[in-house]
Nanobody
Framework: HLVESGGGWRQTGASLKLSCLISGDTRDIWDMGWFRQAPGKEREFVAALSWNGRDRVYADSVKGRFTASRDSAGSAVYLEMNNLKPEDTALYYC??????????????????WGEGTQVTVSS
């Protein structure tokens, strides 16, 4: 079970840190992903983090601005967002992948999703 929090409203250039609390059995998790969906657009990949925390993948649009991480207990993952832009406005989801069925950037690869947290960036 995944629950996101930390969303809010920010001005361009500001920072925000999202959290995703993880409960239940985590032994089968391979990777954790962050996705976002803006109004009228499809859900898109933002970042992914291997469960051991060693490997990270980012979308080109957020590379150098966003950082995915997890706590040592495996109870939460985070998405630190810096230098926010209006185009970052979206509903942000965290997701867990327990099988490798598609590329890590592919939302179909994830089988457990949170409800999302809204991020709004004004210019």
């Amino acid at each position: 079970h995944l629950v996101e929090s930390g969303g809010g409203w920010r001005q361009t250039g500001a920072s925000l840190k999202l959290s995703c609390l993880i409960s239940g059995d985590t032994r089968d998790i391979w990777d954790m992903g962050w996705f976002r969906q803006a109004p009228g657009k499809e859900r898109e990949f933002v970042a992914a983090l291997s469960w051991n925390g060693r490997d990270r993948v980012y979308a080109d649009s957020v590379k150098g601005r966003f950082t995915a991480s997890r706590d040592s207990a495996g109870s939460a993952v985070y998405l630190e967002m810096n230098n926010l832009k209006p185009e970052d406005t979206a509903l942000y989801y965290c997701a867990a992948r327990t099988e490798i069925t598609h590329r890590i950037e592919d939302s179909r690869s994830y089988d457990d999703w949170g409800e999302g947290t809204q991020v709004t960036v004004s210019s």
